[in-house]
Structure formats: C-alpha cells, structure tokens
C-alpha cells in the first residue's frame, strides 16, 4: 500500500484522503452497505486507528472474531449487549464518552434492544461529552444513523436535543478530531444538516424515490451535474454490492 492510497478489499485500493472527511453510505436493504461500512472499519482497525461503532442494531460485536468464528477477531472493547465486556445502561452515556474520548482503544457500543427514548438520552449525553472532551483523533462510526439525526418535524425535546447533537457532530467534529462514517437504509430518513456536512458519498441501490431524492440533494450541492444524473439514474437497478464513491473535495 502507498502512502496516499489503503486498501479496501484484495482488488480496490481507495485514496487516504477519502479517511479524513466525512462519510456517508446510503443504500436500502440488501444493497451490501453495512458490508462496505465493515470494510472501512476493518480497514482503519488495520492501521491500528482509533475507532468507536455506535451499533442500534446489535450486529457489530462480530469483530471481535474471525470470519469463521474460531479465532479472535479485532481487539476492541464491547460496551453493552449480550457478549458485552462492559455492561451498558442509558445513563451511562457521558462516562462511556470519556473513556472514548481519552483512550486509545477501539470499541462497540451496542444499543441493540434498546427502547427509543433510553437510545435518546444515552446518545445526547455521549455526544456532548465527545465533543467536549475529545482529544487526539478518533473515527465515529454511526450505523443507521436516522436514529440519531432524523429528518422531519421533532416534537419530542429530547430528540431535538439528540438531533443537535448529532447535527454538531457532523458540522463541527473535525475541528474536535472527529471523522463520521455514517450508513442509512433511508436515505430520506437522514436529517438534510447531517447528510450535506458528508464529503464522501458512496450510493448503493436505492428504489423509492424519496431515498433517491435525499441522494439527489446531497448531489446538487456537488459541481459535476453530468456525473451527479449519471450516479442518480443508476441507484435503482444496482446489484448488491455495486456502489458510486464519490468525494468532489478532493477530486474522486
């Protein structure tokens, strides 16, 4: 591997710079987007990078082993769930943060389960105490993330609150030393503020049009309007596993 480039798998290798901007996946069911999602974690753990998945969903505790199960995997440290280390609760949030946030290890965070409203108040209190307490560099990894940034009325205040937590994060984390690798199945679920604060897009199979029309927005702020109708005219009919990677900024 060069120094400007790493690879994502044996046959693609993908610039360094794609690492040090925000990323969002966007794909619906089946299209292979936690897939590629794994691929650049275990690309980063590879390097030995510092990495913390937040997990609604409960299936990332699988990198502690191998892909057949028989050997150790990635050495990172699980916070909640069934196969946890450390257990988890929702207020547990802002301590969780400052280990993330001072220490060096990669972890999980496994909210799988979880009820709605102790998912809310666990993240708004890990964020605001990951944005204050940050040092060094670290990559957030945030699975469905229209969890965490929903687009559309908020009438709860505390999703508000999670909401602007999240919204920050993107808008303002890599001041912090905060990277964002994000992944939706509904596009048109991610909060517009969260989803434009992306430099790299990598779009997978769509079919709705509202998904498509999310991927739209995020294109129309992009200069190559030719390659933005060629991305968008092709989302509906991709295999699984097929994807655009596109990163403007920096010429990809």
Known sequence: MSIDTFKLSKTLDMPQAILAQHMAILGKTGSGK??????????????????????PKGDWWGLKSSANGRTAGYPVVLFGGSKADVPLNDQAGSSVAELVATGNRPCVIDLGGWM???????????AKTLFQSMTGRIWLVIDEVHNFAPQGKVLDPQAGKMLHWANRLASEGRGKGIVILSA??????VHKDFLTCAETLVAMRVIHNLDRKAIKDWVDGCPDAGKGNEVLASLASMQRGDGWVWSPEIGY
């Open 116 to 126: 709605v409203a102790e998912r809310t108040r666990f993240f708004i209190d890990f």
């Open 34 to 55: 936690s897939s590629v999602l794994r691929l650049f974690v275990e690309s980063l753990l590879d390097r030995g990078e510092r990495v913390c998945v937040i997990d």
């Open 184 to 189: 939706s199945q509904r596009p048109q679920k």
